[in-house]
């Protein structure tokens, strides 16, 4: 079992910077892929960034390539989302996400998100 527990999230203005946070916890969870997703009201969840164990492999949606960076702290089970140059539609609630393997078509666990505003 694997808890994971995000901060971070908050009201910024367009063009602004965040950082979220999620800490996991439970057995090997510093061996878990870990990823971002979002939800905005109304849509579906959708995936933001994806690094596996090691921290050595990214992926990113097309729409936060060059504006969002995913990086992890093993030693610290925590895992970032550097947020810049932020837009309106990034308002969203921010999942974070683990998983034992690397097929994000499934998920094995959840955060309990944190929600992004961002004001024009």
């Known amino acids: 079992q694997v808890q994971l527990v995000e901060s971070g999230g908050g009201l910024v203005q367009a063009g602004g910077s965040v950082r979220l946070s999620c800490a996991a916890s439970g057995r090997s969870s510093w061996s878990y892929a870990m990823g971002w997703f979002r939800q905005a009201p109304g849509k579906e969840r959708e995936f933001v960034a994806t690094?596996?164990?090691?921290?050595?492999?990214?992926s990113y949606a097309d729409f936060v390539k060059g504006r969002f960076t995913i990086s992890r702290d093993n030693a610290k089970n925590t895992v970032y989302l550097q947020m810049d140059s932020l837009k309106p539609e990034d308002t969203a609630v921010y999942y974070c996400?683990?998983?034992?393997?690397?097929?994000?078509?499934?998920?094995?666990?959840w955060g309990q998100g944190t929600q992004v505003t961002v004001s024009s």
């Open positions: 996400a683990a998983n034992r393997n690397p097929d994000w078509r499934t998920v094995d666990y």
């Open positions: 690094i596996n164990w090691t921290g050595g492999s990214t």
